[in-house]
Structure formats: structure tokens, C-alpha cells
């Protein structure tokens, strides 16, 4: 059984400020891990993701996530938060099959970003 | 290329009444998915295709509920005898062994308001 945590549901940051979305996972077997971002009315967007190799990942608009295997952790983060990135943001994990079907999403974090 | 495309994007539906939604993936992916997600809440899986085989169903896909992809391109998901609780956003999404199986490239969901 796999799980994600993603700790604290709502998150202000001042425009150009550090972002960290925190995400915690539980898996029983070595991950995947995914962050996507979802914007007001419309889909889920992949941000970025880790499978094997690197385990400092970069990826769209700016945002790098570091897998952690000791902590168990795939924090999310930015170095200088934009108007533009206030949306969603959900932390994910499959098994190292890869299968989107046992893709298991967290609860999400709002990220509002104050001018 | 669209993207993947959702409709309805709103329904509201009296308590009984069925509902049906439509989903049109990216064209060259044969892997479709539909996911439901409740308010405050990250996705759910309900149910996967590989082209027109309904591979998998959650647990959450209860008798009421019934998916099909009958060329193995657009799928319907309908709802039989709605209830409060099936309000929630379903979310389609699709993706392709050749982009990776596990990149789901999302639609804009269907919103459903069971009164």
C-alpha cells in the first residue's frame, strides 16, 4: 500500500519569496513520485518527476523537487514565488511500475501568493 | 491537438436522475482514465481503459456507476440514480506508452451537483 501526506493544506508566500510544498510518502516498494499543479478550472498539469537516476529534479516553470528515500520526502520548491504560480499543487506516487492506475494523490496544497 | 476534452464541464442533476459524461483523450493515446475528486480533496482512480478494454475498477466504481470506450477512443462515464455523495469533480485523463505510461495528461473535469 502506498499513501502521501502533504503537509499543510493552505501556503502564503510574498511574491519572490521561497516556495516549499512539503509532501511526505509511504510506499513499500521504491516510488514514483509526481507533483502536479492544477490552476482555477482546469486540469491537473504535470510539474515534474521522479523514477530512477538524479534524485534533484527539475522541472516546469522554475519548480525542482528532491527525492529524499531516508525522510521519505519529495518536497516541492521555488526559489522566487510569481503571481502566476497561486493554484494547486498535489503531491502523487505509483509503485515502481510506473502504472497510472495505482497512482495515489494527496490532498493538495493552495498556494496563494501575496503581492 | 486539443488536449483532453471534458463534457459537460458543469451538470446539476436532482437526486434519481442519470447522468452521463463524455471524455475525448489526445488522439495517439490508448490509455484513458477517469478519476473523481471531491472537494479538499486530491483524485481518486475509478477506472482505467487500454484502448477499448476496461482493464481496472476501484472499489469506488459501485453498480451505479458504468464506463465505456467502445472504439477505443472517446469514453463515457454515467451515473445511474444519482446520490448527494456522487457530487465531485470527475476527471478524465489519458497518456501513452510512448510518452509514459505514468504522464497523465489531465482534462478540465465535469462538475456534478447532485441536489
Known amino acids: 500500500a502506498q499513501s502521501v501526506t502533504q503537509l499543510g493544506s493552505h501556503v502564503s508566500v510574498s511574491e519572490g519569496a521561497l516556495v516549499l510544498l512539503r509532501c511526505n510518502y509511504s510506499s513499500s516498494v521504491p516510488p514514483y513520485l509526481f507533483w502536479y499543479v492544477q490552476y482555477p478550472n482546469q486540469g491537473l498539469q504535470l510539474l515534474l518527476k521522479?523514477?530512477?537516476?538524479?534524485?534533484l529534479v527539475k522541472g516546469i516553470n522554475g519548480f525542482e523537487a528532491e527525492f529524499k528515500k531516508s525522510e521519505t520526502s519529495f518536497h516541492l520548491t521555488k526559489p522566487s514565488a510569481h503571481m502566476s504560480d497561486a493554484a494547486e499543487y498535489f503531491c502523487a506516487v505509483s509503485d515502481s511500475s510506473g502504472s497510472a492506475r495505482q497512482l495515489t494523490f494527496g490532498s493538495g496544497t493552495q498556494l496563494t501568493v501575496l503581492p | 491537438d486539443t488536449g483532453v476534452s471534458q463534457d459537460p464541464r458543469h451538470k446539476i442533476t436532482k437526486r434519481g436522475q442519470n447522468v452521463t459524461f463524455r471524455c475525448d483523450p489526445i488522439?495517439?493515446?490508448?490509455?484513458l482514465y477517469w478519476y473523481r475528486q471531491t472537494l479538499g480533496q486530491g483524485p481518486e482512480f475509478l477506472t482505467y481503459?487500454?484502448?477499448?478494454?476496461?482493464?481496472?475498477k476501484s472499489r469506488l466504481l459501485s453498480d451505479r456507476f458504468s464506463a465505456e470506450r467502445p472504439k477505443g477512443s472517446f469514453s463515457t462515464l454515467e451515473i445511474q440514480r444519482t446520490e448527494q455523495g456522487d457530487s465531485a469533480m470527475y476527471l478524465c485523463?489519458?497518456?501513452?506508452?510512448?510518452?509514459?505510461?505514468?504522464?497523465?495528461?489531465f482534462g478540465a473535469g465535469s462538475r456534478l451537483t447532485v441536489l
Open positions: 485523463a489519458s497518456s501513452s506508452r510512448r510518452s509514459g505510461a505514468n504522464v497523465l495528461t
Open positions: 521522479y523514477t530512477t537516476g538524479a534524485t
Open positions: 488522439s495517439e493515446h490508448n490509455r
Open positions: 481503459f487500454q484502448n477499448e478494454a476496461q482493464l481496472e
